[in-house]
């Protein structure tokens, strides 16, 4: 049952609140530079497209690479074409799907009767949270993949009209879900399957009909890539990405750590919040409450996939992250209906967001080191045979017509990057007689500032005489001869 508040609210906030969140997800997403991971290489890989109008087979460097679904690729290209190799052109799919994610978080909200203003409460909580915001402002597959997947949820839970369409509907939103990351739809798949025991949200034919038609929009596409790239894609895109991913920490220091480290140290704000919704929640779910149900099951289907992968990344939390919104939208309707405990929430969801997001928000500037060196290089018309003990994509982004390697000798380097599919024909393992080959070609590899002591001195005992030709505050650029 909706609040009575619904009476006072004024039918223009819900407009003005969603206006403030699309500027602070926008908010200086047109300045600063790339994070020098896997941002960059889906940027570039996008800006490949683009150039050589392979939109079916993707490349990096001009080598085939099968990480991801083609969804997000497919809308980066299309922002570059309209807007360039620019930052804004990067953010914008991400900042477009961080909005429709926030609308399904209150449409669902709103579904299993909480007030205007605690669905408001529970979308504030998730534009809080440094895990959505963060990664909203990135041109990565989990805000847009838990987007599609959470819309698809609110088509499928209890439609009060239009049973079949939504189900197509839904069913289309998680095909094109699972286009953008494979894992996408399964924790709102999960959450569904859960509802279907309880009466309120029994629709099992409707849903049955949508994992049908998601099926028939996602399969195309994966049969299409088995026929013509056969075995390198399966490797890559389901033994790489799904089952090593779950049987080893392939980056990292394992799942436990890697979330406990960015709960604890970004979202620390809203821990108390999280876990005094939680508890209202479940006691709402045990009382079978609609909106009790939907929270705890949104949370379980997010967390039961993380359970069972052994590699734990701080972006794989997003689709947790919902659902835990919705128990704090849930708490605040519990605390009564009072303008102070939406005032309350206001000031506490407000200074959350602050200190977890307020320097990427002011300054989304995270591989300025990388940029200088290379801005500097093109300048000169110089060019780069690749990094030296540094795994630093952001090079092939802002270094015009890279076509280099990442030269190692760092046991640690290789360890970290030898199994990573797409690596494999960038990383080249070097001894003297590189170091060697390297010089006579003239030859300048960029660095980071804690390994350039240790290539100089090498270098000068084979009697070459490198010469730093660039030098930033993160990054060097050494010209071996």
Known sequence: MNSRLDKTT?????????????????????????????????????????????????????????????????????????????????????????????????????????????????????????????????????????????????????????TWRSAIIGGVLLGLAALTKFVAPIPFVIALIMLQFFPQFRRVKPLLAALVVALLVAAPWHIAMLAI????????????????????????????????????????????????????????????????????????????????????????????????????????????QRVVVEVVAAVVLAGAFIVANGKDLLRPDYSSGTQAICEGLNQAGLQTAGTWNLHDPAVTWYCNDFKGYLYADNPGVLGATKDIPMLKDWVIEVDDASLLDLASKRSIVITSQEPIADLLAKAIQLGLKPEVVGNSNTRAAVLLK
């Open 229 to 336: 790239h056969g075995r390198p894609f399966f490797d890559a895109y389901f033994v790489y990405n799904l089952f090593n991913r779950m049987s080893d920490a392939v980056v990292g220091q394992g799942a436990g750590f890697t979330y406990a480290n960015w709960i604890f140290s970004r979202e620390w704000a809203l821990i108390i919040p999280w876990l005094a919704g939680a508890v209202v929640s479940v006691f709402g779910a045990v009382k079978r409450r609609d909106d009790g149900l939907v929270a705890v099951a949104l949370v379980i289907g997010g967390v039961l996939p993380l359970t069972v992968s052994a590699t734990g990344i701080s972006h794989y939390l997003v689709p947790v992250a919902p659902g835990f919104a919705l128990m704090v939208g849930i708490l605040a309707r519990s605390l009564g």
């Open 10 to 162: 004024p039918s223009y906030v819900p407009w003005a609140f969603f206006a403030l969140a699309a500027c602070l997800l926008a908010f200086n997403s047109w300045s600063g530079s790339v994070i020098p991971g896997d941002d960059a290489i889906y940027a570039q890989i996008a800006d490949e497209a683009l150039r050589d109008g392979r939109l079916f087979h993707p490349t990096w460097q001009g080598a085939l690479i099968f990480e991801k679904g083609p969804l997000v690729i497919w809308t980066l290209t299309i922002s570059q074409w309209l807007f360039g190799q620019t930052m804004f052109a990067v953010r914008l799919p991400g900042v477009l799907a961080g909005l429709a994610l926030l609308l399904a978080v209150h449409q669902v909200g709103r579904k299993v009767g909480l007030s205007k203003a605690a669905a408001l409460i529970s979308v504030g909580a998730l534009l809080a949270t440094a895990v959505f915001y963060f990664n909203a402002r990135r041109p990565m597959m989990d805000v847009p993949g838990t987007a599609l997947g959470m819309w698809a949820f609110v088509c499928l839970l209890t439609p009060s009209k239009g």
